[in-house]
């Protein structure tokens, strides 16, 4: 049987060389003499050398066979043959495009040659002009000036490269800098009438001397003299353009400032009666106010009005008056406030032609406005506010014609009421007649028409039109187009929309421009100095001949960024607006240093002081394979017992196990650390885990800890003879998964986070023969922003333990639910934790049942100043064995935290009190944490 298949196969693929020759000595009839077309003779020896039959060529075909060879061995850029019938000659034309091989930067001293190159523009490998290296170098140049080397010069040499230079198109590129002196700031000469200010201004500036004189220091100068006059309340203070006088070297340089209208200005606040003087002050911001023109009372008036009538004082009187204070450059802003009533609503009457009640009307107006108005206290600005918004929830019901004809505001004889009558035209409702498509060739109007979701005979909503617009473009996106534009999108409205005579029946038509389906012609990855094209490829959510589209754009760049190897990320198309379809995806990175030291001594309050150490050192990207190592030790000095707790942890990561997208991780550790405060026990612990894990997509991540194993000597922490000592080893196996939809993994304002894990501890993988166990947990995080700064972070954990060895036993000092501490229920130090050996009346109690917990934590986060932050907390949470009642139920706290905010997350100092103290337990009513990063 397999010789009758192989015969058929010769056979087929016999007839189809026939064929192909047949066709190809159609075009030729006899022999073609071959010919290089310029290129040097060493070039044309080594052509008829590799092959002497391709002097003269049987067939056209073989051309095909010399142009492989010229661009695959010969490195040609370009190749490419003309056949002339009449003398059966063959030309081939070969280009080549001048590439850089090397660069080289001497004399750069104070200027590292990775930022010159960048700046350069001209990578190694890269195609190159004499223009680009014109334009770099005086890049380069700019550069020096704004680093302060006013008499930086430099000279760029260009010159064939040494080795493996096929026909002199590899360069190499010398750029010799000859830097000079630094230009340094010596001296301010201030000009101020203030002399005191004068004093101080000159105090900020001369943290400036010798200083180089750079664009960015003067503009930090500028700032910094700017931010001490805003602080101080120089409200109208002016800086002039500062003049610089330089050495006859220009190594040295003088700086003469002007301050001009340098007085200071203080604010006293009379007549509030209802309001207090402080919220005036600080709805006004005097003391981070920013004068916007020279009529500082007219925008301190106006502040303060617009305050007052925002409150429902539409009546209030505001006047200013400024006198001289006790020095010659103070001057005293007197801000008189005559409060007025606050003046209610009387009637708010709707007039006109419109199709619901009135009562709608007006019960929108009062529903979407501010807390006075809502209260029906007459603000004008919300009345015109709300007035706009129901005209566009109008217009969005289908009452595209709706429109305010006018409004009356009429006050009662005592000026303590106003009656306001709004006279409304709404118009016809509007109803879509036809919905059209012009320019939609690739998808078809039935899909295009369910996607906009407007249907004839509806009314023409304008949001669900902007939704329905937005929908489409996805769609064509989605399926490769990725620069479908609707032309008359942003245009009038008429053009999208037009309508009958009346009004009531409207034609939608989009114009749609599809653009060519993008599909992946070709893929070039850049930056890349460090890792190698193949991580990067690995990652890829597309390949050659993909249709390419936003979604696989993202998930690549996400992909990539989640590595944490590279500091920037960017995906385009080389031929992006043009009409081709076949195109280059440019895949630009930029390395990230791959190594990594740290190192850090701190101390808490923990066991009354606890001082603590680390030093970790890490290499992320191995071979440029995105392998990671690393390697990091602990050590914290307990002063109450005294103890010293030490933790040695290794780690390896391998990226693509057998050629997949699957990582597999290795990590030991070596611990000795308290285990139990109240009986003060300590642990010896050596752990070895072996585990995989897949990033299924951006979002989802799936692992399994194949083996972890753990060796616990337990023992007295203080010596003591009559301690128990027991060995006991724990082997366990089973997965984890997260899913993550975080807007950032250490800082996170938005999103959620949900991780499930799930082991099982058996004597197969080397524990203990009493030991036999499943154990479960999960939990939930959200973050939901509620306003630009402020996040509302909640989170839910639950777990459950079970023993399931009859006879056997879970150590619970090894796997039991432990809460109390910084990171469950704060407000309960780490000798509080519950339950403890005093609850479990057991030094290391035999869980021979079952156990749950679950954990709530809720905080708000807010902006103090700058990277400063603090936080509302409360926690709360329960702890359950199912054959011993301990003797407290759920327990939780509430408290504060301050944070610092650092690219890896906050550093905390938080004070959380117990809302249920249980003194049998001899527990304090607070505890203070010092922590890393938050839930």
Known sequence: ????????????????????????????????????????????????????????????????????????????????????????????????????????????????????????????????????????????????????????????????????????????????????????ITEFRITCANTKLRARLQAVADQYLQKPFTPTNVSLLRHDLRNYLHEKHYLLADLVDPVVLSDAT?????????????????????????????????????????????????????????????????????????????????RILNLNVVEGPKVPINKLIFQGSFAKPAEYYRDFLFESGNSAFQSQYYVKDELDRTLRNLIIERKNSGYFRARILATKTVYNDARDQVDITVNMDEGPLTQIQK?????????????????????????????????????????????GFLEMRILNEKSDQEDLVSYNEDNTLAHVNLRILEGPRVVVGSIVIEGNNITRDYVIQKELEFKVGDILTPAKIDETKLRLQRMGIFTAVEIRTVEEKTNLSRRTVLISVNDRDPGIFNAGLGATNESRLTVRGFTGVAYRNIAGLARVASVRADLNYLTNLPYLEKKIAAGYLEPYLFDTRIRGRVNFTLASFVSDFNANAAIDLSQLSLGVEQQITSHFLLGWDLVNFAKYYTYSAVQDPNYAQTNTDIGSTGPTAELDYRDHPFNPTRGSLTRVATEMGLPELFSSDTIRYWRSTASFTLFTPVTT???????????????????????????????????????????????????LKSTSYPLTSEASMYLIKSEIRFPIKGEIGGALFYDGGQVQLLDFQLPFGYRHAAGFALRYNTPIGPVSLEMGWKLNEYGARGEGPFAVHVAIGTF
């Open 1 to 184: 049987m397999r010789v009758v298949t192989g015969l058929l196969i010769f056979l087929a693929l016999r007839a189809i060389s026939a064929q192909a020759n047949e066709l190809t000595n159609g075009l030729t009839n006899g022999l073609w003499t071959s010919e290089l077309v310029g290129v040097d003779s060493a070039t044309q020896k080594e052509f008829l050398a590799h092959q002497p039959s391709w002097q003269k060529l049987e067939s056209l075909g073989q051309a095909e066979d010399v142009l492989t060879w010229l661009i695959v061995k010969q490195g040609y850029d370009s190749a490419e043959y003309q056949a002339d019938e009449n003398s059966r000659r063959i030309f081939f034309h070969m280009g080549k495009i001048n590439r850089v091989q090397t660069v080289t930067f001497l004399g750069n001293r104070s200027l590292p040659a990775v930022e010159l190159q960048k700046t350069l523009g001209i990578q190694e490998g890269t195609p190159f002009s004499a223009s680009l290296i014109q334009e770099g170098g005086e890049r380069i140049r700019q550069l020096y000036r704004a680093n302060g080397f006013n008499n930086a010069a430099l000279t760029v040499d260009v010159h064939p490269a040494s080795t493996g230079n096929r026909n002199r198109s590899l360069q190499d590129i010398t750029v010799q800098i000859v830097e000079g002196q630094q230009t340094l």
């Open 250 to 330: 220009e190594t040295q340089v003088i700086l003469e400032i002007k301050v001009e209208r340098p007085e200071l200005y203080k604010l006293m606040v009379t007549g509030p009666e209802r309001m207090t003087e402080t919220s005036v002050r600080d709805a006004i911001g005097f003391d981070d106010f920013n004068a916007q023109s020279t009529n500082l009372p007219q925008e301190l008036i106006q502040k303060a009005k617009q305050y007052y009538q925002s409150n429902g004082f539409a009546r209030s009187e505001i006047s200013l008056t400024e006198t001289d204070g006790d020095d010659p450059y103070e």
């Open 435 to 479: 919905v059209s498509f012009e320019g939609s060739v690739s998808i078809g109007d039935t899909e295009l028409l369910e996607k906009l979701g407007l249907h004839e005979q509806e009314p023409l909503r304008l949001n669900d039109l902007e939704a329905g617009l937005t929908r489409i473009q996805k769609l064509y996106r989605d399926n």
């Open 789 to 839: 700064r402020w996040v509302w972070a909640n989170q839910i954990r639950g777990g459950f333990l079970k023993n399931i060895n009859n006879g056997g036993f879970v150590p619970y000092d090894k796997k039991g639910f432990i809460l109390g501490g910084e990171t469950t229920i704060r407000g309960f130090s780490n000798t509080e934790a519950f339950p403890n050996t005093n609850d």
